[in-house]
């Protein structure tokens, strides 16, 4: 899962790297650095990780994983609000209020409480771990508006909650709620 998840993220950076929102320092291929996809990979690994840990500090079930579907719908969910910023970022008030109404639509949709506390902690977590990186010189974005990254960019971060949840519920001990 993290392996996917690694891939698709550096899929979207890919697009972020090549349409305007943000440069590496060394690019070595595909317009990106060589320790992208590693990263992704642990932040995937991280992003599962907050998902079960979130959940067994509200004691709650697992999402349902056996609906092939619901994985789909929050996988595409996903890849729609990264992908979208590489076009849309010039406007990024408009980039982000329609990340967070999007956001907001799939929340009100059923979501249990402790996935909106996970999506809220990633959007500030993803963020400073991004700034941290990017104050080392590693990558820049292009336009940088708040604390060396974009404003729009907590707006991705807060639909990493859902498919990671939705992912963290086939793992093993999933099942498990203490």
């Not at 590489?86 to 996935?115: C, D, E, K, Q, Y």
Request: hydrophobic residues 55%.
């Amino acid at each position: 899962m993290a392996l996917v998840g690694a891939v698709v993220c550096t899929f979207g950076d890919h697009l972020h790297a090549t349409h305007g929102v943000l440069t590496y320092a060394h690019p070595a291929l595909w317009d990106q650095a060589w320790w992208v996809l590693p990263l992704f990979f642990v932040a995937s690994l991280a992003a599962l990780l907050g998902a079960r840990v979130t959940r067994k500090m509200f004691r709650a079930p697992p999402l349902s994983p056996n609906d092939a579907r619901l994985v789909a719908a929050d996988g595409i969910a996903f890849v729609t609000a990264y992908t979208m910023t590489s076009f849309t970022h010039p406007a990024a008030n408009a980039t982000l209020a329609v990340l967070v109404a999007f956001w907001i639509a799939r929340m009100l949709a059923g979501a249990p409480r402790w996935l909106v506390v996970l999506s809220l902690a990633n959007a500030i977590a993803g963020p400073l771990v991004e700034a941290a990186i990017s104050s080392t010189g590693a990558f820049t974005y292009d336009h940088p508006d708040l604390m060396l990254v974009a404003r729009w960019l907590p707006g991705i971060y807060l639909h990493v909650a859902p498919i990671s949840a939705r992912l963290e519920a086939l793992l093993p001990g999933a099942a498990e709620t203490s």
